[in-house]
């Protein structure tokens, strides 16, 4: 196994033993993931960071996009620490200035989701981050977002990906760039 691999391996491990399980939320049958104590440790949050650098290396991003509200908190800091633009998507009625909108389908619900219309320019190759993968209906707004804007989505990144959903099946005819820290099969 090469270091870069062993590597990916250890804090793939590092991050599911950090995230907690929390049963029927916030319906029953849902197993939802919680991210919170990967939040309470710094040092955990710099390295979900620097994982998502490393296996973005070759690969071109102007703006980062990030989904309200989980896909807030490492969608900054990533965007920062790589000195290009965050943009919110948000829930319908939360954006101040003029939005463009798209429906989307969630694992539990639905919801409109809206993004500035001046958030992205034509042509800018867009990475649309969120806390989790789970059926994609949320990222898949999202793209149609991006995409209605002329913005290229050039990659998908998500601490945690639900695979047993095969979300990853739709994404792929985007972009082959999807990374997902902690894959549950
Ligand atoms: P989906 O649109 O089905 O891919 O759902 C993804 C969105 O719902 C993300 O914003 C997640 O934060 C949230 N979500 C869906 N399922 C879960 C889960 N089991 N645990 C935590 N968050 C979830």
Known sequence: MSHTLHFYHMISKELEFAIRDIADFPKPGILFKDITPILKDAKLCTTVIDEFISQLNGIEIDVVAGIESRGFLFGLMLANRLKIPFVPIRK????????????????????????????????QRVLIHDDLLATGGTVSAATRLVQKLDGVVAAYAFVISLDFLNAN????????????????Q
């Open 169 to 184: 099946v739709k994404l792929k005819k985007v972009t082959p760039n999807i990374i997902s820290l902690v894959a549950y």
């Open 92 to 123: 319908k009625g939360k954006l101040p200035f003029k939005t463009v909108e798209e429906p989307c389908e969630l694992e539990y619900g639905s919801a409109i989701l809206e993004l500035h219309e001046d958030a992205i320019t034509p042509g």
